[in-house]
T-cell receptor, first 117, second 112 residues
Framework: GAVVSQHPSRVICKSGTSVKIECRSLDFQATTMFWYRQFPKQSLMLMATSNEGSKATYEQGVEKDKFLINHASLTLSTLTVTSAHPEDSSFYIC?????????????FGSGTQLSVL | QKEVEQDPGPLSVPEGAIVSLNCTYSNSAFQYFMWYRQYSRKGPELLMYTYSSGNKEDGRFTAQVDKSSKYISLFIRDSQPSDSATYLCAMRKGTSYGKLTFGQGTILTVHP
């Protein structure tokens, strides 16, 4: 099946620093990627929709200046958490939509556990 | 009120048991329903995808949708220890392809 690679899998950083998370579709082109966040014992919450070559669309309550999303190619989207604070500590997961073939083809990365000290 | 409600469990069953997982939802605009399996610190993996009310079967898994009651279920027959994971229901509206609303997830443990 299709593979979505997410890197890094775990990152620990100091408060005030920025962290970049990469999401790559390895064997298909993804015109659209999605970024989710999951706090402990809570459901995955959609943060933003990333479209190749255009600005990301953010969900209500998500600060676009804090969570910078870049989707510069059909296989790569990045999420940068700027000036990270302890409350940003969470599990971040990307998903990529494949438009090849028919049906619902949405593939998830393995996630990034961010811990801000 | 959350749009999607799912009992987080944990649920513990013996090997071979039939497992029943459920979600309720409040937004009648949801039209597509999915079940994902998520192992610890891994991304969700799609198990079942349904659109209409009724049953859909795939191997040991059966997904059931009742749109009139806003209730979906996943049944796992002959459960195996390898089925131990978190099961997430997810759903989306007709025009919001890929924008999923997830339940909290149910932690399932199948013990030998």
């Amino acid at each position: 099946g299709a593979v979505v690679s997410q890197h890094p899998s775990r990152v620990i950083c100091k408060s005030g620093t920025s962290v970049k998370i990469e999401c790559r579709s390895l064997d298909f082109q993804a015109t659209t990627m999605f970024w989710y966040r999951q706090f402990p014992k809570q459901s995955l919450m959609l943060m933003a929709t990333s479209n190749e070559g255009s600005k990301a669309t953010y969900e209500q309550g998500v600060e676009k200046d804090k969570f910078l999303i870049n989707h510069a190619s059909l296989t790569l989207s990045t999420l940068t958490v700027t000036s990270a604070h302890p409350e940003d500590s969470s599990f971040y997961i990307c998903s990529a939509r494949s438009v090849e073939g028919a049906g619902e083809k949405l593939f998830f990365g393995s996630g990034t556990q961010l811990s801000v000290l | 009120q959350k749009e999607v409600e799912q009992d987080p469990g944990p649920l513990s069953v013996p090997e071979g048991a039939i497992v029943s997982l459920n979600c309720t939802y409040s937004n009648s605009a949801f039209q597509y329903f999915m079940w994902y399996r998520q192992y610890s610190r891994k991304g969700p993996e799609l198990l079942m995808y349904t659109y209409s009310s009724g049953n859909k079967e795939d191997g040991r898994f059966t997904a059931q949708v009742d749109k009139s009651s806003k209730y979906i279920s996943l049944f796992i027959r002959d459960s195996q220890p390898s089925d131990s994971a978190t099961y997430l229901c997810a759903m989306r509206k007709g025009t919001s392809y890929g924008k999923l609303t997830f339940g909290q997830g149910t932690i399932l443990t199948v013990h030998p």
